[in-house]
């Protein structure tokens, strides 16, 4: 109801700003930003009523996706509009004794919600698809000679109703990953945003993926149904002994809370995984001394937990766990990422939030996921597969490469 409302009032403001400020001076200017305004109207309330009048599931992958349509819509219309109806009210305060409005004022509002505009809109069409190839090395210090140049190929956040309308995109981006040849294959969680029938017939499609040694994944808190409005406690068992049975089916190993042995020559890998829960700040993890208590043995440890925070809290210092691969941030979907510049507003919730991170000889790579959620965009922020490879020493090195 307050959306509702909202929505009525910004649209009111919005034609008496475009009558006030153009109806007298350009005629032409007039008619071309009633057209325009009008378009995104229709657009936006269609949107918006697919929403609110759904009446089947909440995971239904189509709901989903228009609700991300929406969402994006609300950032790309209604937020410039109501920024260009502060700027051209502000100006009618500040003449309300001499009349009329600042015309300055007025335009800078429309030029803020022009760029706002343009910038959403090319994060939603093409940032967000922009996947970009991380390749890391990582030098680990007294690696035995049969694990040099081990390749561990690592995706994330999938949230796969984003893809509900690129699904050929989806599928090329697989072809590409299914050509670096992982050695081991891992998937730190959130193959969905909230529930099971997102996955659609996607298991199908994901099982091309296979890694030489195995394919590993866990569950992320979306995965278990944390935010799906429908669901009680039952219903939320059910959704994660669904996800287990498609992910699966898709060629994955999940990890919940317990590890498996990797042989490669004389070596053992231990491959770890822990499930995540709860939503930030109240994030809850795996019990990981269960979940580890096979790898002391192992030659390497490398551990998949969803929440990067889950290192800090439990990991660095604390284990002889050498290699940690999570997502989760998705770097907020919006940032700075240059060769020279690295920043997001994840940084205030996840100070590990993307990249490589180190301490002493423990590691952590935090991907910033492939897929969008709630939002359908990707501002400077592009979606990622990591290539890993390890060899010996005791320095890391992080090589970043972008798709040509």
């Known amino acids: 109801m307050i959306l509702f409302l909202l929505l009525v009032i910004t ?37 918006y009523y697919r929403v609110v009048s759904f009446n089947g599931y909440y995971d239904d992958p189509g709901h989903v996706w228009m609700m991300m349509i929406l969402n994006g819509a609300l950032a790309a219309i209604l937020f410039p509009r109501v920024l260009l109806n502060i700027c051209h009210f ?3 305060l500040i003449r309300i004794l001499k009349g009329g409005h600042i015309r300055q004022l007025t335009n800078a509002g429309f030029i803020l919600s022009a760029v706002i505009f343009t910038i959403i809109i090319y994060g939603s069409t093409i940032g967000k698809l922009n996947f970009r190839t991380e390749e890391v090395n990582i030098k680990i210090n007294n690696l035995k000679p049969d694990l040099e140049g081990l390749t561990i190929v690592q995706m994330s956040d999938l949230h796969m109703a984003g893809f509900y309308k690129h699904k050929s995109e989806f599928r090329k981006i697989l072809e590409r990953v299914k050509s670096y040849k992982p050695d081991i294959l891992i998937n730190s969680g959130d193959f969905v945003s909230y529930g099971w029938r997102e996955f659609e017939r996607n298991d199908t499609v994901l099982s091309i993926l296979k890694g030489k040694y195995g394919n590993f994944a866990v569950m992320g808190n979306h995965d278990i149904g944390t935010y799906n409005p429908q669901w009680n406690a039952e219903q939320r068992d059910s959704n994660l002994y669904r996800m287990n049975l498609l992910v699966k089916a898709a060629g994955y190993t999940i990890l919940t809370d317990r590890d498996t042995i990797i042989k490669i020559g004389k ?62 941030t998705h770097g907020m979907q919006m940032g700075i990422l240059t060769k020279h510049v690295k920043w997001s507003p994840s940084v205030y ?9 180190n301490s002493g000889d423990q590691y952590l790579y935090v ?16 979606p990622e597969v990591t290539i890993i490879r390890l060899t010996s020493g005791q320095k890391k090195e992080l090589v970043i490469k972008e798709n040509g």
């Open 367 to 382: 991907n910033r996921g492939l897929g969008v959620l709630e939002i359908p965009f990707r501002l400077w922020m592009p």
């Open 267 to 328: 070596t053992e890998v231990a491959v770890i995984g822990v499930i995540t829960g709860g939503r930030h700040p109240h994030m809850i993890h795996g019990d990981l001394e269960k979940a580890k208590v096979g790898s002391d043995s192992a030659d390497l440890r490398i551990l998949i937990s969803h929440d990067p925070n889950h290192w800090e809290e439990s990991v660095r210092g604390k284990t002889n766990i050498e290699l940690t691969l999570s997502g989760h």
């Open 90 to 92: 502000s100006g009618l």
């Open 11 to 47: 649209e009111v403001f919005t034609y008496v700003t475009i009558n006030k400020h153009f109806r007298e001076s350009s005629k032409m200017a007039y008619y071309i930003s009633v057209t325009i305004n009008s378009v995104l109207s229709i657009f936006m309330w269609m949107v």
């Open 349 to 357: 919730f996840y100070p590990r939030w993307g990249g490589l991170y």
